[in-house]
């Protein structure tokens, strides 16, 4: 039988009480579509209640298949977004863009495309200096404040941001959670994850499996190399929350299985 997501713990993500164990949907956007909306429904039905995703995931396909796969959505799902783009030309790379109009325009294209009158959590995903474009960081996240009030968004995460940036988001107005790149092989981050973990921000760290890095934990018996680098990212605050991507079903269970591990890994 499957290992449920609860077996990760679980932590207060955007007023939700969830697994720490989620799932990241960016993968999904190559994937053919009833693999995708196998992942996804697997996914709730292990109980994971954290889905991380982003309208350009290939130009809505991502969201569209979370729309179909998971409506009616449970009232505890998160599903946690990200800001901070535009598409330039049809089939190229979105471009960082943080102005107020931008940002509204992601805003409202996932509520439409996910059908949900309010996201609970949006990330501002940031990508640049302190100044992007003319926007700054600190205007940006105003802006993300301002889309709060609304009430087009329940919470505002940050991604991307330096320790500076979060200092002063944090200092002004409340930062639901961080998701910046970590896992066991590339730890940069860490003084970021430790203000986190300090002033109990969830963080999700993206790129868990080390995109590839021979540098992992060393696995217990019985365990795989992803098992024990998701297991260790458990381990390693009790803040993080998983969102390891996959496209297949497989491997979904492999990774959701880790949070079985987790009381018995160490930092
Ligand atoms: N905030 C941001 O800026 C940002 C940036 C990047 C990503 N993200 C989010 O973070 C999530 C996770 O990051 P990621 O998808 O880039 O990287 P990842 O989760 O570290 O790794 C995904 C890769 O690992 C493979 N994989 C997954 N489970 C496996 C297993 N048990 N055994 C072997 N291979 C496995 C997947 O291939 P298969 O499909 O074949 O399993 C895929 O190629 C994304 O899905 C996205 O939602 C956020």
Redesign the pocket.
């Known amino acids: 039988m499957a290992t449920p997501a609860t077996m990760a713990g679980t932590l207060t993500v955007a007023g939700r009480t969830v697994p720490r164990m989620g799932f990241?949907?960016?993968?999904l956007r190559a994937a053919r579509p009833e693999a995708a909306l196998a992942v996804l429904r697997r996914s709730l039905e292990l109980g994971v209640r954290v889905i991380?995703?982003a309208w350009y995931y290939g130009d809505d396909v991502v969201n569209r298949y979370i729309a179909e796969a998971l409506q009616p959505y449970p009232a505890d799902l998160v599903l946690a977004t990200?800001a901070g783009a535009r598409v330039t030309h049809k089939g190229h790379s979105p471009k960082p863009d943080y102005s107020p109009e931008q940002l509204r325009a992601g805003i409202d294209r996932d509520r439409s495309v996910l059908g949900l009158e309010s996201i609970p959590l949006t990330?501002l995903?940031w990508s640049g200096g302190d100044v992007v474009d003319g926007v700054s960081f600190d205007d940006a996240f105003g802006t993300m404040l301002a889309m709060r009030e609304e009430g087009r968004i329940g919470h505002v995460g940050l991604?991307?941001v330096t320790l500076d940036q979060l200092r002063r988001a944090h200092a002004r107005g409340p930062v639901a959670s961080v998701?910046n790149v970590f896992?066991y092989g590339s730890q940069g981050d860490t003084p970021t994850l430790e203000f986190c973990t300090e002033h109990r921000i969830p963080y999700l760290p993206?790129?868990?499996?080390?995109?590839g890095a021979t540098d992992t934990p060393p696995a217990r018996p019985g365990q795989?190399v992803?098992q024990a680098q998701l297991a260790w990212l458990l381990a390693r605050s009790p803040v993080t929350v998983v969102?390891?991507?996959?496209?297949?079903v497989e491997?979904l269970e492999?990774?959701i299985e880790a949070g079985a591990f987790t009381a018995q890994d160490s930092r």
């Open positions: 990241g949907a960016m993968q991380d995703t990200k990330h995903r991604s991307n998701s896992s993206f790129g868990p499996l080390g995109y795989t992803a969102i390891a991507g996959t496209s297949n491997h492999e990774n």
